[in-house]
């Protein structure tokens, strides 16, 4: 190194904040988890995920929301089919090791709030709902605006059947949005809720919050034409089938395109 570089390379050591490594880490690893969070499905996201994961590690191994991203990492990995939040939906031993880094996680950020929530999360999937509801406290009690302390605790009030809870907890967990991808999780909260509760109208409501929030996405009219064609109403969900299937033709549009086509007798 020339002693000019070596003189900008010190100056720099010394006027720039400590912490900066470790915020590169820090955003790094925040955006591999929200990028998987947002594109569960898409491997190309996945990669640029385990990409930015890699860069956070090299730069803080330390870094709590590197062990955040690497748990929920490890889950999409593990994934087979079903709910997020039940450990059956997961290959055998997935649970356990994404469990592993949630508390190293929390470990090194004991005043990081997500560490906690994200805790949380993978205690809700081994359905240890007491345990979780006390780390989703300390989550509050460090950043009583992360949406994730309020949406887990919204999940929890659900499989205890106290809806009435899970809605508060929902509204409160929609004033903390930070990415728009997290308004579908609470609509379809709200769709479970009022399918629990019997009210067709508010599920239907929130089917169709879900495409106008959210145009793009083929799922989402993909999901409205399976609440359709569950309902009897085939005629009406060929319309969403083929909708989604101009967007996005995935396999399970295409085939219940046929078989709400058969139903409404147009084939």
Known sequence: MSRRLFIIATYLLLVLPTNTFADTA???AMKAYHL??????????????MSLID??????PNEP???IASSLAIMQQGYKIGSWYNHKSFRSGVVDKALQFAEKAKQLGKTESQAYAHLARMLIIKNEY???WEFLNK?????????????YKALISYYMKGYDDTLSNLDEAEKHITHRYQKKFITRQRQRVARKQGDKALEEKMYKK?????PENAYMYGNYANFLLKNGRPRESVVYYEKAISITPYPNALNKLEEAKRKAGMK
């Open 139 to 151: 989550s509050y009690q460090l950043d009583d605006s992360n949406y994730y302390a309020w949406f």
């Open 26 to 28: 820090r955003n790094y």
């Open 130 to 132: 007491r345990k979780a």
């Open 65 to 67: 929301w590197v062990y």
């Open 210 to 214: 879900n495409i106008e929030d959210f």
């Open 55 to 60: 860069s956070a590690y090299k730069s803080d």
């Open 36 to 49: 998987m969070e947002e594109s569960p499905f898409d491997n190309g996201v996945f990669q640029e995920s």
